[in-house]
């Protein structure tokens, strides 16, 4: 079993590559922390460790996008509410806007 770690440490990360390049972060993260695994049965502690933090900045800057995502979203429709006189509603989109980590927005970490 132990003779096939170059063959599953080569698939995952051939698997985490491809993912990466069709921009499927939840695919690739998931490679990657598997890859940690292999790294780790093995011994290999300081590459498990390097495996499990870019799964983690994958993971981070995917959240990240969706926080984007949203706050570009509500933002919108806040300003629309406010337009059409929808003042409850604009208050909502407020208060979703409120609720987003300010410093989530302001960083991007360096994907692998």
């Not at 059409?84 to 989530?104: Q, R, T």
Request: charged share 20%; glycine share 8%; hydrophobic share 40%.
């Amino acid at each position: 079993m132990q003779g096939r770690y170059p063959e599953a440490q080569a698939a995952y990360q051939k698997a985490s590559d491809m993912y990466g390049e069709l921009g499927a972060r939840q695919g690739m993260a998931n490679c990657l922390i598997w890859l940690g695994k292999v790294h780790r049965m093995q011994g290999r502690y300081p590459d498990a460790q390097v495996a499990y933090q870019k799964a983690s900045d994958v993971q981070l800057h995917r959240l990240q996008a969706q926080y984007s995502d949203a706050h570009k979203a509500f933002s919108g429709a806040k300003i629309t509410f406010e337009e059409l006189g929808s003042v409850h509603k604009a208050a909502y989109c407020s208060e979703v806007l409120d609720s987003i980590p300010a410093g989530i927005l302001a960083s991007t970490p360096h994907l692998p």
